[in-house]
């Protein structure tokens, strides 16, 4: 799957705002608050985070990550700077369009604010 992809199965859940910068990074967002974004590795230590193309960071509960990490490890991933965070990195080459809109469909009801899911019960 391409970023490009992604970002389509991100924009089409309501309220979902967001996009690609001039620098490649994309970033989407719900009532303010972020479900999905580019993810950025720091090469060596204290180095600067460079984005690395092809995965995206999205946001899920702490067990879905654990389980999803343990179950497709081909798929999800995560690095230090995530360890302890309510995100698994996606692998987009490796997942399939209806996983990963599923994946997305979950962070956005982790993260929109009770509003817009009462104006958008159906999610």
């Given at each position: 799957m391409e970023m490009e992809s992604a970002a389509k199965l991100a924009l089409a859940l309501p309220e979902v705002g967001g996009?690609?910068?001039?620098?490649?990074?994309?970033?989407?967002?719900?009532?303010g608050k972020a479900l999905a974004w580019s993810y950025l590795a720091r090469p060596a230590p204290k180095a600067a985070r460079v984005l690395v193309p092809g995965v995206l960071a999205v946001r899920?509960?702490?067990?879905?990550?654990?389980?999803?990490?343990?179950?497709?490890?081909?798929?999800?991933?995560?690095?230090?700077?995530?360890r302890n965070y309510?995100?698994?990195?996606?692998?987009?080459?490796?997942?399939?369009?209806?996983?990963?809109?599923?994946?997305?469909?979950?962070?956005?009801?982790?993260?929109?604010?009770?509003?817009?899911?009462k104006r958008h019960p159906h999610v």
């Open positions: 996009g690609t910068a001039e620098t490649g990074q994309v970033g989407f967002e719900v009532g899920c509960a702490k067990e879905m990550k654990a389980l999803l990490l343990e179950a497709a490890p081909d798929r999800f991933f995560t690095d230090d700077h995530y309510p995100a698994v990195l996606v692998r987009l080459s490796a997942i399939e369009a209806d996983e990963l809109e599923g994946l997305l469909r979950g962070a956005w009801k982790t993260v929109a604010p009770t509003a817009v899911k």
